[in-house]
């Protein structure tokens, strides 16, 4: 049996052990987080991660040498595991996307916690003989298995989870039958967001309207955003629709029964969580099939899968816009220029041209104002105050955004990417009477098998077009390592591993007359995991793996 001293050195290390294992769910659970709560997704991010965890290491080492020399090892291991604590950076208050502690967020972080101290006591049962031994046993399996544990807590929770949501999804419900607002549905791979936040702010001068900021577009996003924020009197509610499977959609239409929809554009976003465009095409085309007949369905004729579902939805009346679509269409956008202060551009419909500038870049971009514009008109607006509201619209952050500072001119379109938003940002760039041109970029992901091929044809443009291209984490650095050899410019590439080791290296380089073109900036769950493991690899996609 141990001494009375060694009883007094077990107490405060299984309490530090505890209060590490707090700090651990903490980090995972940010992940989780952003992982959507989705346990097969979170699963491949973890891989063996928990085996590097320095916490696991210190716990097999000590359940070897506690034996022989109880006393010292645990003082030793106590000392390791408050140190290993309090050097955890608090997930609430760090990375790029911080832990969100929310009601449910506190749910499954207290019911593992409870999973973890019933596991904790059942090992520590085994073998109450050797309790040093034991002890540290126990752990390191805790330790070794905490991933797996916190999709216990969320598994046990799914029942309460999926019972507060339906009801969530009630209230939500009610509200919009007593309020009874013309609802938008807005879908597409990408384009969703600006085109919400532009048509919102076309009808507001015709009545009030409820938009969601940012890219709220999931069902329990919706649902939340409309308790807290649909009141009597909203004539418009404009939804973004998003779907990462077959049927998302079509839930999003069952809470907010669109009486007009948008699809921007239907393209590979997404690819590796759909696995096919095919599939994409029939999720996205979901909100077509929910439009009451004879209502207004607006799409993209440049967009094949787009054009697609528009063509499908024979109920509906269709509207498409364009630039380059041989269709005959109801908007056409033409001669886009852009300049620092902004685009002129002009839109041609059936019944007239008109001439446009609006403070925003980006064709992309321009091409979704012709999209909203189209639907405002059918609406009910005069093409006249549409284009005249055009002159108000504010840079979305970091979406094409050109801001200069000090000399520099920085082209911000960090918030996420696709092949076309990235070429965008790039026609932007070569457009800006600058001196200098240094790209900022990750690549893209989440393409499947098209991952690799597409950031290669990235990196080659980019290096057309840019003196340098800084290429952060390895996500798809042997892609743009390809990309720049195709372009004859392997020595204008610069690899670094995070985004601070970036912004170090351009502080040391930039001069008075540069551009940067920030263009992309991956989740946490792309970058190595500081502070939990010693050898934290960021995640990356399956399709990558063989032919890095």
């Known amino acids: 049996m141990p001494?009375?001293?060694?009883?007094?050195?077990?107490?405060?290390?299984?309490?530090?052990?505890?209060?590490?294992?707090?700090?651990?769910?903490?980090?995972?659970?940010?992940?989780?987080?952003?992982?959507?709560?989705?346990?097969?997704?979170?699963?491949?991010?973890?891989?063996?991660?928990?085996?590097?965890?320095?916490?696991?290491?210190?716990?097999?080492?000590?359940?070897?040498?506690?034996?022989?020399?109880?006393?010292?090892?645990?003082?030793?291991?106590?000392?390791?595991?408050?140190?290993?604590?309090?050097?955890?950076?608090?997930?609430?208050?760090?990375?790029?996307?911080?832990?969100?502690?929310?009601?449910?967020?506190?749910?499954?972080?207290?019911?593992?916690?409870?999973?973890?101290?019933?596991?904790?006591?059942?090992?520590?049962?085994?073998?109450?003989?050797?309790?040093?031994?034991?002890?540290?046993?126990?752990?390191?399996?805790?330790?070794?298995?905490?991933?797996?544990?916190?999709?216990?807590?969320?598994?046990?929770?799914?029942?309460?989870?999926?019972?507060?949501?339906?009801?969530?999804?009630?209230?939500?419900?009610?509200?919009?039958?007593?309020?009874?607002?013309?609802?938008?549905?807005?879908?597409?791979?990408?384009?969703?967001?600006?085109?919400?936040?532009?048509?919102?702010?076309?009808?507001?001068?015709?009545?009030?309207?409820?938009?969601a900021s940012g890219s709220i577009n999931t069902l329990m996003g919706v649902t939340r955003h409309i308790r807290e924020n649909l009141v009597p009197g909203d004539q418009f509610m404009l939804v973004e629709m998003g779907a990462f499977r077959v049927g998302s959609i079509r839930r999003l239409c069952q809470l907010t029964p669109p009486s007009a929809g948008i699809i921007t554009a239907v393209g590979e976003m997404h690819l590796e969580r759909f696995g096919s465009t095919e599939e994409i095409v029939r999720a996205k085309s979901e909100l077509a099939q929910a439009l009451p007949p004879g209502s207004f369905l607006v799409a993209n004729a440049d967009s094949p899968g787009a054009l697609r579902i528009a063509r499908g939805a024979t109920h509906a009346k269709v509207l498409l816009y364009g630039e380059t679509s041989p269709e005959t269409l109801d908007t056409r956008l033409k001669d886009v220029v852009f300049t620092s202060k902004g685009t002129t551009?002009?839109?041609?419909?059936?019944?007239?041209?008109?001439?446009?500038?609006?403070?925003?870049?980006?064709?992309?971009?321009?091409?979704?104002?012709?999209?909203?514009?189209?639907?405002?008109?059918?609406?009910?607006?005069?093409?006249?105050?549409?284009?005249?509201?055009?002159?108000?619209?504010?840079?979305?952050?970091?979406?094409?955004?050109?801001?200069?500072?000090?000399?520099?001119?920085?082209?911000?379109?960090?918030?996420?990417?696709?092949?076309?938003?990235?070429?965008?940002?790039?026609?932007?760039?070569a457009a800006l009477p600058v001196s200098r041109r240094i790209l900022v970029t990750p690549g893209v992901v989440e393409l499947g098998p098209e991952q690799r091929e597409a950031n290669r044809k990235l990196a080659a443009e980019a290096a057309a077009v840019c003196d340098f291209t800084v290429v952060v984490s390895d996500t798809n650095r042997s892609a743009f390592e390809a990309g720049h050899r195709d372009a004859g410019k392997p020595g204008t590439l610069v690899p670094v591993e995070t985004r601070t080791e970036a912004f170090r290296w351009l502080r040391d380089r930039l001069r008075s007359g540069d551009s940067v073109i920030l263009e992309n900036d991956l989740p946490d769950l792309y970058e190595a995991s500081e502070g939990i493991f010693l050898n934290a690899r960021p995640r990356r996609p399956k399709a990558l793996k063989a032919q890095v």
């Not at 990417?417 to 932007?428: C, D, K, Q």
Request: with cysteine; aromatic share 10%.
């Open 3 to 211: 001494t009375s001293s060694l009883w007094l050195a077990l107490i405060p290390l299984a309490a530090v052990q505890l209060y590490l294992v707090w700090r651990r769910l903490l980090a995972y659970l940010r992940f989780f987080q952003q992982e959507g709560y989705e346990n097969l997704r979170f699963l491949k991010w973890t891989r063996a991660r928990s085996l590097t965890d320095p916490a696991f290491l210190v716990a097999v080492a000590s359940a070897f040498l506690g034996p022989k020399f109880p006393l010292s090892i645990a003082i030793l291991s106590f000392l390791v595991f408050l140190a290993l604590a309090v050097a955890q950076p608090d997930p609430r208050s760090t990375g790029k996307i911080s832990l969100r502690l929310t009601d449910r967020a506190k749910r499954i972080l207290i019911t593992t916690f409870v999973v973890v101290v019933v596991v904790w006591g059942g090992l520590l049962s085994v073998n109450p003989t050797e309790p040093v031994r034991t002890g540290f046993v126990a752990s390191s399996a805790v330790f070794l298995l905490l991933p797996v544990l916190l999709l216990v807590g969320n598994t046990l929770l799914m029942p309460y989870e999926q019972l507060v949501q339906r009801r969530f999804e009630q209230d939500a419900k009610r509200l919009i039958s007593d309020v009874h607002p013309f609802i938008v549905g807005i879908t597409g791979s990408y384009g969703k967001s600006s085109t919400k936040s532009m048509l919102a702010h076309f009808l507001r001068f015709k009545g009030p309207t409820l938009a």
């Open 345 to 429: 551009f002009r839109l041609e419909t059936r019944e007239a041209e008109y001439s446009c500038f609006v403070p925003l870049l980006g064709r992309p971009i321009i091409l979704n104002l012709a999209g909203a514009f189209t639907l405002a008109v059918r609406m009910g607006m005069s093409p006249a105050l549409v284009i005249a509201a055009m002159r108000t619209l504010r840079p979305v952050a970091n979406r094409l955004e050109v801001v200069e500072e000090d000399g520099i001119t920085w082209v911000r379109d960090a918030y996420n990417s696709n092949p076309i938003g990235f070429r965008a940002a790039l026609e932007v760039a």
